[in-house]
């Protein structure tokens, strides 16, 4: 009988587990994962689970009775060390190994460090275990400096705000979410934060990072000192895919894989942050960190691994919650050619709009759900949708779908 192991159990991780029992696999499942806890969403632990409004439980994809209804063998706090194609084996670092029959890396990324002091105050949030103790910092402190002004960072940013923290954000960019989002959206939201009181510095490292009696001294780069009671650092991730390359398995920017998530090993799959796909809706490879594209791409796995290969082409979206704030992006804006602005940003309620050759690439929405929702389709459509209509407030987006 075959039997799928699965290293890494994050979202990508557990959603292929649980994607086979749905189809009705046989084999035995096995997830390994160097956690303490069961698999887990990490988007709650910047957003709601901060302001106590998602609980510990809640955070759970699957209870300890699914595991073992479903016979899928979680094991935690485990390392895999290294992956023998030929025996078709993984060597785990208590000593044991484990054979495979189809293999699932799901090893997600790697938080980029520039620190290598170790203390409660200083906290890089990836884990359920750093958000917990996140959150007993924000309850019992005054001050935070948040290093990184990507999305993780401003949402932490939000929450130590409304919590009556005074807040300061350093970024090495010349703007916040230099990397993911337009120009339009990252003035307006920086300019939401500042009026909320947040205090920014851009173009500014962090040069060195020492912890105190008081707290935190964060030596920066233009010869200042910033001294809040503790450090938030969220500075982005990269491939975790060591494993893969020492195994021979081909990487860049992520581990290699085909529109069905296949590696250059015919019995490996991989899928999540780790992946690196072709996206042939925008004609080049791209590495995504987004719970949409670990959930889609599981099912693409699973149902390769079934005997039933299809082809990954999902429309990317991603989303963020800041303040009364709901942002939403859908699609790709890299080598788009035209931007332009749907609705009102004094309202707070708006849209930028990506084309590339007179065709919708992608959207980025502020309390827009409708167009995100209708552009997202339009999009996925290819739609003929024109720069003109898309522009004005007043077209129904249904008549271009």
Known sequence: MSNVLIIGGGQAGCMTAVNLRKQRFEGSITIITKEEHLPYQKPPLSKGFLKGASKIDSLFFKSKEYYEKNKIEVL??????????????????????LKYNKLVLATGSALNKITSKEDKKIIYLNTLSRATE??????????????GAGYIGLEVAATANMMGLKTRVLEAQER????????????FIQNYHEKKGVKFKLETTAEKIEPTNQGINIQLSDGQTDKPDFVVIGVGVSASCSIALEAGIECENGILVDESCLTSNKNIYAAGDCANHYCSRYGFRQRLESVQNATDQAKIVSSSIMGKPT???????????????????????????????????????FSVCHFKDNKLMAVECVNDQKTFMLGKKL????????????????????DWL
């Open 76 to 97: 935690t706090e485990t390392r895999a060390t290294k992956i023998d194609t030929t025996k078709q084996e993984v060597s785990l670092e208590v000593g044991d190994s």
């Open 134 to 147: 996140l959150k007993k910092q924000l309850e019992n402190n005054k001050s935070v400096s948040i290093i």
């Open 176 to 187: 916040v979410m230099q990397r993911s989002s337009s120009k339009q959206i990252s003035n």
């Open 311 to 349: 082809r990954y082409n999902s429309v990317p979206w991603f989303w963020s919650d800041q303040y009364d704030l709901k942002i939403q992006i859908a699609g790709l804006s890299q080598c788009c050619d035209l931007i332009l602005v749907r609705g009102r940003q004094d309202e707070h309620k």
């Open 379 to 398: 999009i996925e459509a290819s739609s003929d949708i024109t720069p003109k209509a898309m522009e004005d407030e007043h077209t129904n987006l249904k």
